[in-house]
């Protein structure tokens, strides 16, 4: 099957190829695998791999072929991130400390992905710890996996803590992967490469088996080359499982707000202004009426410290062996020979270690509780006040080199992270022809449905996506 048209097909396509065409779990299982030798020496996206994973597949053709019935992902490679726990796969969260610690059991989202027949393929790469060590961590790097790359301008940032993930989908290393979200880590990467991250509803997929930061805000949600693909994965890890209406007409009649997102120098977007107005035009053209909105951004900085450290000691008080078994232990925690390491500190590690609120945890719940109301509250004023069905906003600027560390960053993943709602990040465009832009729709809170049917229209009217050109740098 030539590449190209291979890597065109959504989820549907393959189950249906193998049904019906002749193509086997085994041979699509083989292919990612061979993708990923050949790619990942250039992306860094994938830490580990599967080694089971094609007699696994064998198992679900012989399946196939004696009539059992299947699930609704039968013999669909996934890629995990590595903050996520499977069986027979150590869960390293990027860092030296946990190389060599196994979960004694999958994730909920892992097993549901399991029972659907999807083949577990590999854990991709992350920033270490989710990003939550020190700020100065790269983006997409970890100790254990090295230096994620954007496949379409490699020297290029893949942003978010799920750069793995997000890089992977854009690579077709496989055709569904799993990504994990804070506070922009699944939207951000993925509008960063130029592939569909969903972000659901907080509560909507467990968080059961995650290296944890926030009970409030972590969540886990699929990255995908499209959005019927994001539907098909999310209808088998969410809680409770709903239909979803994927159409192309859904937008007609719909009112959605314009919101530009959080910018550091608006001097330097101009690329991100152009790709937003070509997406509200479109929404026009597809029977939409927009009206631009503001939205307020909290500080979550305080609260989020003592949530890590509370939950981290929970979570690794679980792991048992020989790994750490507390926050004390991974900032006492120092072997790795990578200078790097060393040099990029531990900040967030050693606030959260000394977080004022573990003294005091009654003041801090207040305070969690009023900063999630003070958002909800402020999201559904905007949403009722303007009778709004959906919020469309950039979800990233230019990505900037690697090792640049001072650029015109842009965010919008603010609310819906901290007031718990659903969004989803689209293609939309690209700066310089091959740096990618994407849009960001935010939804009402546990109307997730409703919102992969309206980036799905967004989508199909659109068409913006391109395969990457891994090229070395920008051309001149």
């Known amino acids: 099957m030539e590449t190209a048209f291979f890597e065109r097909m959504t989820v549907g396509d393959l189950l249906l190829a193998m049904a019906h065409d002749g193509l086997t779990a085994e041979e699509l299982t083989v292919r990612c695998l061979n993708r990923i030798e050949r790619l990942n020496p250039l992306l860094h996206a994938v830490i580990s791999v599967n080694p089971y994973a094609p007699e696994e597949a064998r198992r679900v053709d012989r399946l196939r072929a004696s009539g059992f019935p299947l699930g609704p992902l039968a013999g669909i490679p996934v890629l995990v991130k590595d903050n996520i726990d499977a069986l027979g796969l150590p869960t390293t969260a990027g860092s030296e400390a946990l190389r060599h610690v196994l979960p004694h059991r999958d994730a909920e989202l892992v ?44 020297d290029r940032s893949p942003y978010g803590s799920s750069s793995g993930s ?17 506070f922009g880590s699944i939207v951000s990467p993925s509008g960063m490469n130029s592939v569909v991250g969903f972000k659901p509803s907080m509560g909507r997929v467990s968080r059961d088996g995650i290296v944890p930061i926030s009970p409030f805000q972590d969540t886990a949600g699929p990255i995908t080359r499209n959005v019927a693909d994001a539907a098909a994965v999310f209808q088998v890890i969410a809680t409770p499982r709903r239909a979803i209406r994927l159409e192309t007409a859904l937008l007609a009649g719909t009112r959605i707000g314009v919101w530009r997102g959080v910018r550091n120098s608006s001097a330097k977007h101009s690329d991100v202004n152009r790709v937003l107005a070509e997406a509200t035009a479109m929404l026009h053209e597809l029977g939409a009426t927009t009206v631009e909105v503001d939205l307020t951004v909290p500080d979550t900085s305080e609260v989020l410290s003592y949530e890590f450290k509370v939950s981290i000691n929970d979570y690794l008080g679980t792991v048992g062996g020989d790994g750490p078994h507390d926050l004390g232990d991974l900032i006492a925690f120092r072997s790795h020979p990578d200078e790097r390491t060393s040099d990029l500190g531990l900040a967030k590690f050693e606030q959260a270690q000394d977080s004022d609120m573990a003294r005091r945890p009654s003041d801090y719940l207040e305070e969690r509780v009023q900063i999630t109301e003070e ?49 989803i990040a689209v293609p939309a465009g690209y700066a310089d022809s091959q740096l990618p832009l994407g849009v960001s729709f935010t939804g009402r809170r546990n109307r997730d449905e409703e919102l992969l049917g309206l980036a799905y ?5 659109t068409q913006a996506r391109k395969r990457p050109l891994y090229l070395p740098t920008l051309p001149a």
């Not at 069905?389 to 600027?397: F, H, L, V, Y």
């Not at 001072?406 to 965010?411: E, G, I, K, N, P």
């Open 111 to 154: 097993a549901r992905l399991r029972r659907s027949g999807a083949i577990i393929l590999g854990k991709t790469n992350l920033t270490e710890w989710a990003a939550y060590r020190s700020n100065d961590v790269p983006n997409g790097w970890s100790p254990v996996g090295g230096q994620t790359r954007n496949p379409y301008v490699l």
């Open 457 to 461: 229209s967004f989508e199909q009217a």
């Open 375 to 423: 958002i909800r509250g402020s999201i559904g004023r905007v949403f009722g006040r303007h009778r709004l069905d959906a919020i469309m906003s950039p979800t990233n600027g230019r990505a900037p080199e690697v090792s640049e560390r001072d650029f015109a960053w842009l965010h919008s993943c603010s609310p819906a992270a901290v007031g718990g709602y659903p969004s």
């Open 166 to 182: 997000a890089v992977a989908a854009a690579a077709g290393l496989a055709p569904v992967t799993i990504g994990t979200e804070t």
